[in-house]
């Protein structure tokens, strides 16, 4: 176990891949800065880019363009080339910080015209907990843990047009307005089994509740989207979540999990006719490829959380299991399958593997392993 693990974690192996597990406590306190310290140590929440540092290093990914060297290593190299006095060491760090600046601007004038957004390559709701218990400061704590397990998460920048013709995943919300209603569930209500929510018809309209009997609208489509559609879309993502969650969770095959996510867009005929109209992939299309392929090249391993409730003792388990470079391999050649259309050639992939560091046969970083690529 090395130095930087928490207390009482542990350490299991599944098929030749490491698991780690960690459990705290919810009851009294749990929301100290302690208790978060060590979360984000088991989550190597400090070694995680946030998402300004993963634009930048898309952006230099795709335009060759590196950043300029922080402050003190300006300072460090002009003191190497000649004495300085300090007003003068003073006037090298102000050019250094207006570099900086100015590159930070480049980066974000770069993506102004990328209609793209980060998405989970595991959905975040399989990987956070929603605390349903009374204790408020365990409330607190989980929602912290949440937001760090968020943080460390598989995520990249997806395009954002799909999600203009998709039916699904956001459409339905509560009515914001209407927030104060609640309205008994009438005996003909419709209740469908994979959702949260039931559809009652009367005569031609059709309303549409929460099981709190808060009404529901539809927004971000179209007006004649059938309520059929809008159904058919979300027990599609209901499962496409289970199927996920099962696979982490239950047999521990985070490849599958991380490929399943991928296949559903190869299968996607819609996805497939915007990637492949016969014009060259655009801006925001390379934007997401290299920023998916940069977050399963620089991530090491996927955690989420459990949540335990035995003896009245509740408590949270941490699950992180590692990503091997079998992994990340399977991984690129799921994306380079959507992308494609097809399934790739070896020289594709391996293509793709030496230019993200992930070729088993070379110095990459994240394995020594011989086996094939293809």
């Known amino acids: 176990m090395s130095a930087a693990m928490p207390h009482l974690t542990e350490i299991n192996y599944h098929a030749g891949r490491e698991i780690a597990t960690c459990e705290i406590s919810l009851a009294g306190n749990p929301d100290t800065n302690e208790q978060l ?7 190597g929440y400090y070694d995680a880019l946030n998402q300004e540092e993963k634009k930048r290093a898309i952006y230099q990914h795709l ?3 590196l950043p300029p060297v922080s402050v003190n290593e300006a300072k460090a190299l002009a003191l190497k080339a000649r004495a300085l006095t300090g007003r003068e060491l003073g006037e090298v760090a102000r050019q250094q910080i207006r570099e900086i600046t100015a590159y930070h601007a480049a980066v974000n004038a770069w993506f102004a015209d990328c209609d793209n957004n980060w998405e989970h390559i595991i959905p975040q709701e399989t990987l956070v907990l929603h605390y349903s218990g009374q204790n408020k400061m365990a409330a607190q704590f989980v929602a912290k843990v949440n937001g760090v397990v968020a943080h460390t998460a598989l995520t990249y920048f997806e395009n954002q047009r799909r999600h203009k013709r998709h039916t699904g995943t956001r459409w339905l919300i509560i009515d914001k307005k209407k927030h104060s209603q609640s309205l008994p569930i009438a005996a003909d209500a419709v209740f469908h089994d994979a959702l949260s929510f039931y559809y009652h018809e009367q005569g031609e309209d059709v309303r549409i509740y929460n099981f ?3 009404p529901l609208r539809k927004v971000n489509c179209s007006p004649e989207t059938s309520l059929a559609a809008i159904f058919d879309h979300e027990v599609a993502r209901k499962n496409y979540e289970n199927t996920q969650a099962s696979l982490l969770k239950e047999q521990g095959d985070v490849a599958s999990a991380i490929q399943l996510n991928q296949r559903c867009y190869a299968a996607d ?3 497939q006719q915007e990637r492949h109209n016969g014009n060259v992939p655009d801006k925001s299309d390379a934007v997401a490829d290299v920023s998916y ?7 090491d391993n996927v955690t989420y ?3 335990v409730d035995a003896e009245d003792q509740e408590r949270i388990t941490l699950t992180k299991i590692t990503l091997t470079i ?3 391999i399977a991984a690129v050649e799921a994306r380079l399958t959507a992308t494609l259309g097809r399934e790739p050639q070896h020289e594709e992939m391996r293509e793709v593997l030496v230019r993200f560091g992930l070729d088993p046969r070379g110095s990459g970083r994240p394995g020594k392993t011989e086996s094939s690529p293809g």
């Open 37 to 43: 310290k060590r979360v984000e140590r088991f989550c």
């Open 63 to 65: 335009t060759g363009h």
């Open 212 to 214: 709190k009997g808060q």
């Open 269 to 271: 005929p819609l996805w």
């Open 293 to 299: 392929y940069l977050a399963i090249a620089s991530s």
């Open 305 to 307: 959380i459990s949540s």
């Open 326 to 328: 079998e992994d990340k």
